[in-house]
């Protein structure tokens, strides 16, 4: 239905343009947003296409749905089909960029950055950060950043005058007192690889702090070293406890936010996104509340990385386009406007003027999130660990390996890497 | 005698296994019919308070099935027509004509179909690039028949030979050529062997999941298996619809094999053994 | 069911007959290639464009370091398959293959079995059964797999709300979080959708045994389970050897249902070989590692084929 409009927009959009300039009409295939079929994000990025078109006569943006991402090989399927996309909008991470960028289906945008000036539309220490990933060549525009940590039920936890402590001890506590209850503390569906990720990186943040991560995620520590290693030995204690249900091991994201939009479980974790997902499932997002994972290092902290980036697949039909799409994306009114729509769901690349959050959750996350974010390890390590990765967090919620295990499978993976 | 005093209480005995083997779907259909707070309950044997025939509805439009069900016949009418088109003249020559390398062709025929299509994807994945029919039905339609050839001609070959020589002779004194042979007197006769080959090629195409997977990409090409679980998928937190839409698409191949169902256990028992 | 992949079975039997019987008016050599040429032609062009060039590719590609269409692959000799010796995912999806046959004969093909002999003698409510139990045979793969994910839902699934239900809540699983339970779990969906195939070739099978040999059998005062032992049985093994070649060949080619219910996991517990392929293949981009796996599978597959025809040589003897 919501394709047949886009189309029939599309189709009504060409027509006009024909009749002006039928030599001048160019359309320009966007991968992706994902969730385009959901009415709040349709009208955002109808508009923000509307716009586009309207600066650029005779040019038409057309969206095609996302089959999936580069994780799962979609995006590679639909730029090796010659019918993909002309510019895309997606999942990235070292990882996953990685990928594309070996397989050769991107093209590199360093030379854009300089004569487009995106270096200085994004933040300094991002665009550093991404200079650094592969020997200065950039092939990736970011999007938007996660912020991932705790989601709760304010009603929930206020009936039960519980609140996210300060401590990792007193952590343990509450979460006994939760399966006391009869609820389940944490819900996690590993089977979605990188929500599962989100967990773990939570875990590894609050038990070893931002440097210590980031040196393992470096190669400059061993995984194995107890000081990163305890993350997973805390993972496996949590599951041993009955904190973690075993039996998760076998959900998917999906399967896993149900229980905790039927309030069967009390925490989940997950970034700005999730409230998209919140409002599918009908669940009240006033309720929900937002809190970083207690830490005995340091303070306590989301942890994040770049979620989604722009990139321009090799074989693009329209890369002139693509860019001044990605241009367009980048510029002030765009930015404020989908980051202040009800249906925005992550951080910005730069810092926004006068910005207000559309809703209260929202809020919560940045200014949670204004005091520095951690490592999200899911997009900081290098290709051919984070399947192992994934894997390992699989085995340690299914109880069936060791912290200690878990980690030397994916040090032997970083020794490979590197 | 016996037989008949036998009927009802082995009758009896298999109606517990019976609404085992069903029981997913009066579960599946059941639970298409309720709410989303009544899926949420998570009980089973509880009915749904009011049929939810809306559940129908929403999934149809939000999943674009009609689009689906439309590709998926495109797809099975292609695969059936070129399997019949192909494997019918080939396993005539292979089965009434004498010609050197016979033998081996038939070996090389015969040999893909020891090799499952998941052995050869990235090369047919590759072939199909190359010829610009990736994202396409009619990429997937010639891949499948392929994949299903060395069966088709196997088939058509086993019920060939089995038609006397003197037909063919008595046709040829008549003046005819292999062409006119084929369809004026094989064909006719061989009605079962069709119909065999139209039901299992039907069925595997209607079924195929793998091909599609990994050619069909954006929604507007893709088949039925491969759009339910991108459906399911898109969808998973509105279980009402995942369930209803599941239900769309069995229903329909269900009711037309309630309908044929002599016709299609014969042709597909027939198929298979001959094959 | 994805296209019959049935075996070669009849290979030397109908062939040698060609020979004998062939066309003995057609005329041999140049003249009959002429006719014979346009007739194989449509379908020898798909064919080999298709299936034989794939195949052909997927040796070379076992060779080479190709990751993906767009980048330049070199001869790398040997190396992709010593990669695949080291792995130990491509060993234990080698070894959940191996279980995934045996569950598959076990659940599918005695399933079918059983069900064949239970209603093959009913008269008035044979057809009633026959159709019912063929329902699950109609639904694809996938959607099975999406049906049973639903089932297996270790909070919301069908299995453990009824069990708790019915107050046996001490019987719930994690049917697929379990590493021990779960290439079982996934099996019995691929086996529910399986057996009705299996079923109806041994009801037909039952319907080609002579009759009078139950006759005899009666006068001799035989008990039904002699009957089943004596009679029965051998008058399917022809059957049997067909359906559990054609088991097995399905059950190499199982993929659909891991692919939507667990996608392999968790931590590989159901990683099969032809998932595994998919893994690297399509979403890791390791083509030579995933040729050299393509090439285990067709082993597989050729070896199941030339072992059972053998055997069905020997029981025919």
New interface residues.
Partial sequence: MQRRTLMATALAALAAAGAVTAAQAQTLVMWGPEQITEPLVAELWNGIKADFEAANPGVTVEFMPPTGNISDGAVQAAIQSNAGPDVMLTNSGVARVSTVVNAALVAPLTAAYAERGWDQQIYPWLYEELKSQRGGEIYEVPDGLDALGIWYHKDMFAENQWQIPGTYADFLTLMGQMKEKGINPIAIGPRTAGSAGHLFGNILQASSGTPVVGEALDGKLDWTDPSIALGAVRLRELVDAGYIDKEMAALDLDGAARLWFNKRAAMFVAGPWFTANARNAGYDLTNAGFAAMPSDIGAAMPTGGVGWSWMIPANSKQPELAMKWIDFILSQDVMKRRAENPASTMLYPRAIKDYNPPTQILAEIFSTASGGVGYNPSVYLPAGVVDTYFQVIQGLISAQITGEEGMAQIQAKMAEAQ | MS??K??WP??L??LP??LI?????F??LMSSLKT?AE??Q????ALPAQLMWQNYADAW??G?FGELITNSLMNLAGVVA?TL???A??G????????????W??????F??????????????????NL?L???LVGIT??????????G??LM??FF?GVP?EL??AA?MDGA???QI?LKVMLPLSTPALQALVI??A??T?????LP??VL????VQT???G???F???Y????RL??SG?VI??LP??LL??IT?RRF?EG??????K? | MTSLPTIAKDTDGPSARVSRRGTPGGAAGQDGLRSALPLMLPALAIYAVFTLAPIALTLWLSFTDSRGLNTSASFVGLDNYARAGFDPIVWQSLGHTFLWLLYHLALAVGMGLGLALAIGRLKKTHVFFRTAFFLPHLVSLAVVGVIWANIYDPFYGLLNTALEHVGLGRWTQGWLSDPLLVLFSVNVASSWQGFGLYMLLFIAGLQNIDHSLYEAADIDGATAFQKLIYVTLPGLSEVMTFVVSLALINGLKGFATVFVMTDGGPFYQSELITTYIYRLAFSAQDHGLAAVLCILLSALAITITIVFNRWRARLSR
């Fill in positions: 037989v008949r036998r009927e082995v009758a005995a298999l296994v019976f083997i069903l029981g997913p779907f579960w599946l989303e899926i949420g998570a009980n089973p044997f439009q939000i674009g070129l088109i192909t494997c003249p080939a005539y020559a292979l089965a009434k004509i004498r010609f050197p390398g016979r033998e062709m038939f070996y090389a025929i015969i893909g179909l020891t090799i499952p299509v998941q052995a050869i994807v990235i090369p047919l994945y590759q072939v199909l690039f610009g990736i994202n396409s010639l891949a499948q028949v392929s994949n299903g050839i060395p069966f001609i196997f070959r086993s030979i020589d063919v002779e040829k050529n292999h062409f084929l299992i090629s069925l595997s209607w079924n195929d999941f793998f997977l990994i990409i954006s929604p507007d039925l298996p491969l339910l679980v991108r399911a998928s898109t998973a937190s509105q279980f995942v369930f599941t698409t069995f191949i269900i094999y309630l169902q256990t597909l028992t027939q198929g298979a053994l094959g």
